[in-house]
């Protein structure tokens, strides 16, 4: 090969080289040229904080039996609790009232929370409520010259779109990473159901948990949540709870200092353009009704057994899971426009949700080996049972092997479909066998 022919080779590489890191990054961010994300991280990293979170957990102690300590000579206070420490990450989105989202999980189980800025400066912060299901908490700091973050519009984001993921990965402190938005409506993530993840190559580790996901306009589009991972570092899949998702939730909180859920009152599944077909029906999307609860906000508005969902409030229902969402982010009391098509004709009607307060029940009441566990009828459901909406750490229902988002489906071999039906069943026996459908694992727990 000819000197000149080498000199074009290497002219063309470097070319291609610096045309495939140039493309790592957006053109213009406000008109203005990027030769560098620093001016975005510089804006948007003050709003984000280290937060770490301090519990006690209390573990099965074989001593703790009266009769075992009595016959040994052993003390009558058992021992088994140790307080526990850990990392996680926030945003500031409202610097004069000091408030912060961040997950449910990083925070949840708290005894006491500690948030960090990036000057370096601690306060205490306490949590003024949360919500398991879609995993997303507003904690409260009381401090001044706080930076927050604005809010942007997940509803428009697009696969494709460049992004940044500020966080506390493995309790390092201030970290940014960069990618881009890889997958959007990501679900079967998480236990507990309520779920349309925004996905990025963004690297997120532990760590990272409730820490910010930001658009190259510095504004907040994501809580970085989870990752897909077999060794608990990054591999390019990370998750995010949508701002709409967490603002909604926020909204709830700081309006009623809890979460005030819609209930429906429907058991779904999702609906092809095959099954629809078989039923009559032409339309290639949607959420089946297999189930309707007596005196439900469903009964009340006239849907039927066999109608299929397919809007809510003129926004498209494309799967049970995305009905599920839709319901779960709106509050008891809310009026809602339904869309469904019964025999294939598309009707409309109107709906008010019932509370979901009164359809949860505590594990106590129900057997004295579920204790510190909660079971909720989920607004819609399109797999049957009752669901354990939380369990508490070092608890007897923990104890025994269950956990959040579990789904019970019978208890002594007897089918359960509603919280009624799970008190008469249980009420018969002094032993329960539940068993209990875990992602797709199928499982069966002793309650003694």
Do not use: C, W
């Not at 401090?143 to 993921?165: C, N, Q, W, Y």
Request: aromatic letters at 4%; glycine letters at 12%; zero cysteines.
């Amino acid at each position: 090969m000819t000197k000149t022919r080498l000199y074009s080779t290497a002219l063309l590489l470097a070319v291609a080289y610096v045309a495939a890191a140039q493309s790592a990054l957006p053109q213009s961010v406000k008109g203005e040229p990027v030769t560098s994300l620093a001016p975005l991280v510089e804006a948007a990293s003050p709003a984000v904080v280290n937060i770490r979170v301090s519990h006690t957990i209390t573990r099965r102690n074989p001593f703790a039996d009266d009769a075992f300590r009595r016959f040994f000579g052993l003390p009558d206070t058992p021992g088994g609790a140790r307080e526990v420490a850990s990392a996680g990450s926030g945003v500031i989105v409202d610097a004069a009232r000091g408030y912060i989202l961040t997950n449910h999980h990083v925070v949840g189980d708290a005894d006491t929370i500690q948030i960090s800025l990036m000057d370096g400066s601690v306060h205490d912060a306490e949590i003024v409520g949360s919500d398991p299901a879609f995993d997303i908490a507003v904690i409260k700091v009381d401090a001044e010259g706080l930076t927050e973050m604005p809010i942007g519009d997940s509803a428009r984001v697009r696969v494709g779109d460049f992004v940044i993921a500020i966080g506390n990965p493995f309790g390092l402190g201030h970290t940014v990473t960069s990618g881009i938005i890889s997958a959007l409506g990501r679900t079967g993530i998480s236990r507990d159901g309520y779920e349309d993840f925004i996905q990025t190559d963004a690297s997120i580790n532990p760590g990272n948990s409730g820490g910010a996901l930001v658009n190259m306009q510095g504004e907040l589009i994501g809580i970085n949540s989870a990752i897909i991972s077999r060794s608990g570092g990054n591999v390019g899949i990370g998750f995010a709870v949508p701002t709409e998702i967490a603002s909604s939730i926020m909204k709830q909180i700081l309006d009623f200092g809890e979460i005030r859920r819609g209930l429906l009152g429907v058991n779904i599944q999702t609906i092809d353009a095959d099954a629809a077909q078989a039923l009559g029906n032409d339309t290639e999307h949607g959420a089946l009704i297999t189930r309707i609860q007596s005196k439900s906000a469903a009964e009340n508005a006239g849907l039927q057994v066999g109608d299929i969902i397919v809007e809510v409030n003129e926004k498209k229902v494309d799967s049970a899971a995305q009905l599920r969402n839709r319901i779960g982010l709106l509050r008891s009391g809310a009026q809602i426009q339904i869309t469904y098509i019964r025999n294939n004709e598309i009707l409309s009607t109107r709906a008010e949700l019932g509370p979901a307060q009164s359809q949860m029940i505590l594990g106590e009441d129900i057997h004295p080996g579920l204790a510190g566990s909660v079971f909720a009828v989920a607004s819609t459901s399109d797999r049957g049972g009752i669901e354990i909406g939380e369990v508490q750490d070092g608890s007897p229902a923990a104890q025994r092997g269950l956990r959040t988002g579990d789904l019970i489906t019978h208890v002594n071999r007897i089918k359960v479909q509603d919280l009624q039906g799970l008190r008469e069943v249980a009420s018969r026996y002094d032993i329960l066998f539940l068993s209990v459908r875990r992602g797709d694992r199928a499982l069966m727990f002793q309650i003694r």
